[in-house]
C-alpha cells in the first residue's frame, strides 16, 4: 500500500520558518524607538503595518490547510486500511 496521504505538516521546517518570520513582522519591535510616528489614513503607519502582516498570516494558513493538510473522513480512512 502507497502511503501517500501522509502529508504532517508539523514536519516540514519550511512551514515553521515562514510562520516566525511572519509572527516576527507582525510586532513592530524592529521600529527605532523615540522617532516621529507618521499617521497614515488616520493610523499609525506601524498598526498598518502590523494589519498587513496579520492578513499575510490569514492567507498563509489558509493556504497550508488547502493545500499541506490530507484530510480524509473516517469511512475513507476505513476503506483504506481494509483494501478496498
Not at 49 to 59: A, M, N, P, Y
Amino acid at each position: 500500500m502507497q502511503n501517500n496521504r501522509v502529508k504532517e505538516p508539523i514536519q516540514k521546517k519550511w512551514i515553521w520558518i515562514g510562520m516566525v518570520l511572519l509572527m516576527l513582522a507582525i510586532v513592530p519591535w524592529y521600529f527605532p524607538k523615540g522617532t516621529d510616528v507618521a499617521i497614515v489614513l488616520g493610523f499609525p503607519y506601524w498598526a498598518l503595518i502590523s494589519l498587513f502582516f496579520s492578513l499575510v498570516l490569514c492567507g498563509y494558513c489558509s493556504w497550508l490547510c488547502l493545500n499541506e493538510w490530507n484530510i480524509v473522513e473516517d469511512l475513507e480512512e476505513a476503506k483504506e486500511v481494509k483494501g478496498e
